[in-house]
C-alpha cells in the first residue's frame, strides 16, 4: 500500500519512515514529486493545520492518480514515481504532520507559528537563535517547553484519523548537538541530559512527540488496514480482536 507523507520536511520524513519500517508500506513524501502545489497553514491548532494538509493532499493526489491513470509508465524521475502511484493506486493514506515548540515563559508560543518564528522560510538556526536571546536572563527552572505533533490521516476512500504526541523538557542555554532538526539543539531532555540533537535517530523516537504519535498512528493504521499487518514480516501491533474497522478515530 502507498503512503504520502505530506511533508517537505526531510527531518520529519526520516522520522517517520523510520517509525512505519516493517508495515511493507511504500512511503512517499511531496519531496518525490514535481510542481506539487503548497497550502497555507492558517488554521489555530497544529490538529486544524494538520488536518488541513492531510485533506487537501489527499484530494490532490486522488486527482493526480486518476488523470496519471491511464498513461504509460515514464522514464524516470519524480513523472515515473507518478505514474508507478497510479497504477498500483487501490487504496492509500495521505498523512500530515504539524508540529511545534510551546515554551511556558512565552505562553506556549512559538507554537503553530514554530516554523516562521524568526520570520517567513526563516531557518532552523535563525529560529534558534531568536528563541535563545528571547530567552536570555531566565533562569533553568523558568525554561520549560514542550514539543507538540499533530499527525492526520486520510484515506482514499474517505476515513480519516489523528493522533497526538508531546514531549516536556527545557531550552537549554546553547545549541548542542548536530542530529535532528529544527529546535532539537536547544531542547534539552533533563531524564537525558542532553539535547534532543544529541539522541540517534532510534533514541529521539522513543522519546519524542512525534514518536508518540507515530505509535498511535501504527495501531490506527493496523485497525483501519488488517491486512497490510497479516501480509507484513513483523508482527501486528495490536491483538486479533482489536481489529476492527474505525471511522473518524482520534486518539
Ligand atoms: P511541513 O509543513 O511541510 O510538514 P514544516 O517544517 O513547515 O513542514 P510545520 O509547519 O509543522 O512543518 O512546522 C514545524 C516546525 O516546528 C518545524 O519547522 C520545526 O522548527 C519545529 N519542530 C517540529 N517538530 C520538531 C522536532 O521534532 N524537532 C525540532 N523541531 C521541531
Known amino acids: 500500500m502507498e503512503i504520502i507523507v505530506a511533508t517537505k520536511n526531510r527531518g520529519k520524513i526520516r522520522e517517520i519512515r523510520k517509525a512505519l519500517r516493517g508495515l511493507g508500506l511504500k512511503i512517499y513524501s511531496l519531496s518525490d514529486f514535481s510542481d506539487v502545489p503548497e497550502i497555507v497553514e492558517d488554521g489555530?491548532?497544529?490538529t486544524e493545520n494538520a488536518l488541513k494538509k492531510a485533506r487537501f493532499y489527499s484530494k490532490y493526489f486522488k486527482k493526480l492518480t486518476r488523470s496519471t491513470a491511464p498513461s504509460p509508465p515514464l522514464e524516470d524521475g519524480a513523472e515515473k514515481r507518478r505514474s508507478e502511484l497510479a497504477l498500483s493506486e487501490v487504496e492509500g493514506l495521505t498523512i500530515?504532520?504539524?508540529?511545534?515548540?510551546?515554551v511556558d515563559m512565552l505562553k506556549g508560543w512559538?507554537?503553530?507559528y514554530s516554523a516562521r518564528y524568526a520570520g517567513e522560510g526563516a531557518s532552523d538556526r535563525k529560529n534558534n537563535q531568536k528563541l535563545l536571546s528571547e530567552m536570555e536572563g531566565i533562569r533553568i527552572s523558568k525554561r520549560g517547553a514542550r514539543f507538540k505533533c499533530v499527525l492526520a490521516m486520510v484515506s482514499t476512500d474517505g476515513r480519516e484519523a489523528v493522533a497526538e504526541g508531546s514531549c516536556r523538557g527545557r531550552i537549554g542555554f546553547r545549541e548542542m548537538g548536530r542530529k535532528g532538526f529544527g529546535y532539537d539543539p536547544i531542547f534539552m531532555?533533563?531524564?537525558?541530559?542532553?539535547?534532543?540533537a544529541q539522541l540517534t535517530l532510534e533514541e529521539k523516537n522513543r522519546v519524542s512527540h512525534r514518536g508518540k504519535a507515530l505509535k498511535k498512528l501504527r495501531k490506527i493504521i493496523a485497525k483501519f488496514y488488517p491486512n497490510i499487518f497479516e501480509n507484513s514480516p513483523?508482527?501486528?501491533p495490536l491483538p486479533s480482536e482489536e481489529r476492527e474497522g474505525v471511522r473518524g478515530h482520534k486518539m
Do not use: N, R
Open 189 to 196: 531532555l533533563p531524564q537525558y541530559g542532553k539535547a534532543m
Open 234 to 236: 513483523h508482527p501486528s
Open 96 to 102: 500530515a504532520d504539524d508540529s511545534g515548540l510551546e
Open 44 to 46: 489555530k491548532s497544529f
Open 110 to 112: 512559538p507554537g503553530i
